[in-house]
């Protein structure tokens, strides 16, 4: 068989917008791989510049006390997080490594902020000679910054709310009409002991009286031995038809194995590349579930995303509902025809404006939204942290979404 002219440029085309939107992501990759080196200078260095250097003269033993305390930022914070998160895994390290990082990333954007935008305020007002408006910088940076990073603690720290949205799945039977899936993910369960907050956690989760309960991966930084006391009370967790796990990139760090062990011993049914049947009132679902995305680079024997085998035996007329812990799957599952995708790994962005960074690499940052024809995907802002003990303007959810059909008889319908 020959190719055509039309075939070629078809498949040209293709290849073109594939290269398309490869090359953002490929590019990003090299900027990360230097990332562990540039971040912690201007992360330490330009908040030290614009409060300390740019008009304020302030008295010599203030500018060195502030010197000295960003160049012992700049040393110990590296130092924490790799004792931390390294080979040696210290929970206190990690502790204050992460800390550090997420103090100095509040720090770091409102230094840049208000030295520009309050700075360009205070000057169109008249407000104070050049000195006086330094000054005032400074004083609001510093107070912004532990304003939010105390709010943000609280906000890491407490239980998160619960999200709730109906679904339209154009191919969901009626019968299944009003089905309740509860969605948790990134509860990385951590250096911070959270086995009281994670019990009240699956207590909120219990409430919602679930059909289906989903967990998208990233349950804790550490192996399952290391973290098994926080990840119990999921033991706890109930639903009338099925609880279902799927590794996140978290796993793939710390005996991922392990994990899908643990949470079978727990009762949640680890969906590796296979899939389950919901069924009620004559109409079934498949779920679905595929390993994370860093999976098969793992090496981890048997650990890869495997669609094609996930929906191995499935009726291809059936809707399918899909747990996939990273959104950049979702490409994947459009190409599938799948119907929603659920997953997780963003956190929302957990410390403002980190989403903007995280738009260079995900398709989606949070919330639900439509890939190619037929395809929905929900991502969760996660419902623990990562690292930094804080979330800003990134709130974390506990998610209950309520499936529809088309067909359903009367909008009350459960």
Partial sequence: MTETSST??????????????????????????????????????????????????????VALAGTTLSGLGLIG??????????????????????????????????????????????????????????????????GVTAVLLAWGYAEARRVPRVRRLDVELPRL????????????????????????????????????????????????DGTAERRRAQAAPLGTVQATRARV??????????????????????????????????????????????DDVTAESSGLAGHRAHLAGALNGADPGLPVLLLAHQPTFVDRAAAHGIDLQLSGHTHGGQIWPFHYLLRLDQPAVAGLSRHGTRTLLYTSR?????????RVFAPSEITLLVLRSPQRSSPGAR
């Fill in 77 to 142: 914070m590296p130092l924490a997080m790799a004792r931390g998160h390294g080979r040696r895994r210290q929970d206190r390290a990690a502790i204050i490594g992460d800390a550090l990082l997420g103090g100095v990333w509040v720090l770091f954007t409102w230094s840049v902020l208000l030295g520009v935008l309050l700075r360009l305020a205070l000057a169109v007002a008249g407000v104070g000679d050049g000195q006086g408006r330094a000054r005032i910088v400074t004083w609001a940076a510093v």
């Fill in 173 to 220: 039977g009626a019968g299944l009409d009003g089905t309740r899936v509860v969605l948790i993910t990134d509860t990385h369960y951590g250096p911070l002991d959270r086995a009281r907050w994670s019990a009240r956690v699956c207590e909120t989760v219990n409430t919602l009286e679930a059909d289906l309960v989903c967990h998208t991966g990233d349950i804790a």
């Fill in 382 to 390: 996660g419902t623990g942290f990562w690292g930094p003990p804080f």
């Fill in 245 to 290: 796990y799927v590794t996140g990139n978290h796993e793939y760090y710390s005996e991922a194995q392990g994990w899908v062990d643990l949470m079978d011993e727990l009762g949640w049914e680890p969906l590796r590349n296979r899939h389950l049947l919901l069924e009620r009132g004559g109409d079934t679902l498949v779920v679905a579930g595929v």
């Fill in 8 to 61: 070629r440029s078809a498949a040209d085309e293709t290849h073109g917008a594939q290269g398309a939107q490869v090359a953002p992501r490929s590019r990003l990759r090299r900027v990360m791989r230097y990332l562990p080196l540039i971040a912690p200078v201007l992360l330490w260095a330009v908040p030290c510049w614009v409060l300390l250097y740019t008009g304020q003269h302030w008295p010599l033993p």
